[in-house]
């Protein structure tokens, strides 16, 4: 399991479809991995891949963006 080393903790609910929820759990067991942890890895892949986002604050890059 990968640790997470940040001490500020943000909770989020999603409201998921029926069938959305379905194919997470599906992947969820099959990378044996819990739900938090497939999301977690979901956005770090996406923020690593994003050329675009700077990891300067929260949201930086898109507050600038949306500024300009």
Do not use: M
Not at 5 to 27: F, G, H, M, N, Q
Not at 38 to 51: A, C, G, I, N, V
Request: with cysteine; aromatic share 12%.
């Amino acid at each position: 399991k990968k640790s997470y080393d940040e001490k500020t903790r943000i909770k989020y609910t999603l409201r998921l479809s029926p069938k959305c929820d379905r194919y997470i759990a599906w992947v969820c067991k099959r990378e044996r991995i819990s739900k938090a942890d497939y999301f977690r890895l979901f956005l770090e892949h996406q923020q690593s891949h994003d050329p675009n986002y700077s990891d300067d604050g929260p949201g930086a890059s898109a507050l600038h963006q949306a500024s300009s």
